[in-house]
């Protein structure tokens, strides 16, 4: 355990952290398999935006990295133009 009150502190800022990362995370693994999961394009094209969005949202923040952001945002164009 730490033996400083500082480590303790960070210790307690990281859980935080990790929970409140793992929470936005896990909304774009949804938003993503929500679109994924559309068949019509009408409704892809509506719901594409909203999910990039959010992708570049947490991209931004460092939540998730910007080249899978990115890979991200192109297989889910593609998707769509496949429809």
């Given at each position: 355990?730490?033996?400083?009150?500082?480590?303790?502190?960070?210790?307690?800022?990281?859980?935080?952290?990790?929970?409140?990362?793992?929470?936005?995370?896990?909304t774009?693994?949804?938003?993503?398999?929500?679109?994924?999961?559309?068949?019509?394009?009408?409704?892809?094209?509506?719901?594409?935006?909203?999910?990039?969005?959010?992708?570049?949202?947490?991209?931004?923040?460092?939540?998730?990295?910007?080249?899978?952001?990115?890979?991200?945002?192109?297989?889910?164009?593609?998707h769509?133009?496949?429809?």
């Amino acid at each position: 355990m730490a033996s400083h009150k500082s480590a303790e502190k960070r210790i307690k800022q990281d859980a935080v952290k990790k929970l409140h990362n793992k929470y936005y995370a896990k909304t774009m693994r949804n938003a993503v398999k929500k679109l994924r999961g559309t068949t019509e394009k009408a409704d892809a094209e509506t719901l594409y935006p909203k999910v990039s969005s959010l992708i570049d949202r947490l991209a931004q923040k460092n939540i998730i990295h910007k080249n899978k952001a990115s890979n991200l945002k192109s297989k889910l164009a593609l998707h769509i133009a496949k429809l």
